[in-house]
């Protein structure tokens, strides 16, 4: 079962993707299983500092170069999940 604080974090990490890659209303139509690499054109390299960028300044927390993985960047879930394990750590 997802917390409340999961839920949102999901919902933030889909706006927050959604204003970085510039994707209009296909933002609405992401959801936990969205992929991101390979899924969605617009996430290319420099796309991924970007989005890296926006999620320290929004979340408030810090993303080591180790953990830019393709893994951390697979689904809107995987990406939710690490943001969601950065913000516990930083609390």
Same mark, same amino acid.
């Given at each position: 079962?997802?917390?409340?604080?999961?839920?949102?974090?999901?919902?933030?990490?889909?706006?927050?993707?959604?204003?970085?890659?510039?994707?209009?209303?296909?933002?609405?139509?992401?959801?936990?299983?969205?992929?991101?690499?390979?899924?969605?054109?617009?996430?290319?390299? /420099?796309?991924?500092?970007?989005?890296?960028?926006?999620?320290?300044?929004? /979340?408030?927390?810090?993303?080591?170069?180790?953990?830019?993985?393709?893994?951390?960047?697979?689904?809107?879930?995987?990406?939710?999940?690490?943001?969601?394990?950065?913000?516990?750590?930083?609390?």
């Amino acid at each position: 079962m997802m917390t409340v604080d999961a839920v949102t974090t999901v919902e933030d990490v889909k706006s927050l993707l959604g204003e970085a890659l510039q994707l209009g209303s296909r933002a609405d139509e992401l959801d936990m299983s969205s992929r991101l690499l390979g899924g969605l054109p617009e996430l290319d390299s /420099f796309a991924v500092v970007t989005v890296i960028a926006a999620l320290e300044e929004r /979340f408030d927390i810090r993303v080591h170069d180790e953990e830019i993985t393709a893994d951390t960047f697979a689904s809107i879930e995987s990406l939710s999940d690490f943001v969601e394990r950065k913000r516990r750590k930083a609390a």
